[in-house]
C-alpha cells in the first residue's frame, strides 16, 4: 500500500521509522512518503494561511499550496482516497480501518490553525475520492496525531504487516465487543490470582469465559456498541 502524507510538520512522521511500521516499510509492504506543504509555496515566508473571509478567530489554511500538492501526488497516483482527518468529520471506527486497508493508496492532508479552505476539498475530489475523518469528538492541534492514528490502525491490517494474522481476530473492535482480558505467567502475583478457568486447560470453557467477559466489559464500559 501506498501512504502520501502532507503537512507542515513532516518531522511528525518520523516516528513511523520504528516498529512494526518501520519494518514494514523496510521490507517494501507500506511505501509511505511525507511532504512538506511549504514546498508548494512561493513567497519568502512560505506562508500556508491567512485570514479567514468573514472574519472570526484564528487563521485559515490557503489553497494554493494545497493544489499544487494534491497535483504533485495525483500525478503518478494509483486510484487514490484523500483523508483530510478534522473533528468535523465522520467518525473513524475500526470498521473504517478495514474498508481503508483494501486500498491502494491513501492520502494523508493534515490541516493545522482552523482548518483548510473548503475549495480544497472539492478539488481533490476530481483528483480521487475524499474524505474528512474524525477520531473522536475533541479537538486536537491539526490533523498529524489523527494521521499517524489512522495510519497506524490501517498500516496493522495491510496483510503481512503484523506477523501473526491470528492476533488482529481476537482483539477490541473486531467483533463489536471489547478484548477479554488477558494474563500470563506467573499464576499467583502480589495476592491477585489469574482466573481458575483460564488454568483448566478446558478449551470449550475459555471461549465461554472470554466471550462472557467480552459481553460484561462492553455493557460497563461501552454500552453504546452494544446497541448498535
Ligand atoms: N484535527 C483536530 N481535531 C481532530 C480530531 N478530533 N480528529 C481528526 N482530526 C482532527
Known amino acids: 500500500m501506498r501512504i502520501d502524507v502532507v503537512s507542515i510538520f513532516p518531522s511528525f512522521f518520523d516516528v513511523l521509522e520504528v516498529s512494526l511500521l518501520g519494518r514494514a516499510r523496510g521490507n517494501g509492504l507500506l511505501d509511505i512518503r511525507v511532504h512538506d506543504l511549504r514546498d508548494h509555496t512561493h513567497d519568502r515566508h512560505r506562508t500556508v494561511d491567512d485570514t479567514p473571509y468573514g472574519g472570526g478567530a484564528g487563521m485559515v489554511?490557503?489553497?494554493?499550496?494545497?493544489?499544487?500538492?494534491?497535483?504533485?501526488?495525483?500525478?503518478?497516483?494509483?486510484?487514490?482516497?484523500?483523508?483530510?482527518?478534522?473533528?468535523?468529520?465522520?467518525?473513524?471506527?475500526q470498521a473504517t480501518a478495514r474498508e481503508l486497508a483494501q486500498e491502494r493508496h491513501l492520502v494523508f492532508g493534515c490541516g493545522r490553525y482552523e482548518g483548510i479552505d473548503e475549495r480544497v476539498f472539492s478539488y481533490a475530489a476530481t483528483r480521487g475520492r475524499v474524505r474528512l475523518m474524525s477520531l473522536g469528538d475533541y479537538v486536537l492541534n491539526g490533523g498529524e496525531v489523527a494521521a499517524m492514528a489512522m495510519i497506524e490502525a490501517v498500516g496493522r491490517l495491510v496483510p503481512g504487516v503484523v506477523g501473526n494474522p491470528e492476533s488482529l481476530v481476537e482483539e477490541s473492535h473486531e467483533a463489536g465487543l471489547l478484548e477479554y482480558p488477558s494474563y500470563t505467567k506467573p499464576a499467583s502475583w502480589r495476592g491477585y490470582d489469574v482466573p481458575d478457568v483460564l488454568l483448566s486447560g478446558h478449551h470449550g470453557r475459555v471461549s465461554q469465559w472470554r466471550h462472557d467477559q467480552q459481553v460484561e466489559r462492553t455493557r460497563e464500559r461501552r454500552p453504546d456498541l452494544l446497541a448498535d
Open 61 to 93: 489554511m490557503k489553497p494554493e499550496p494545497w493544489g499544487e500538492a494534491i497535483d504533485a501526488i495525483a500525478a503518478d497516483a494509483d486510484d487514490p482516497v484523500f483523508i483530510f482527518p478534522s473533528p468535523a468529520g465522520e467518525v473513524f471506527t
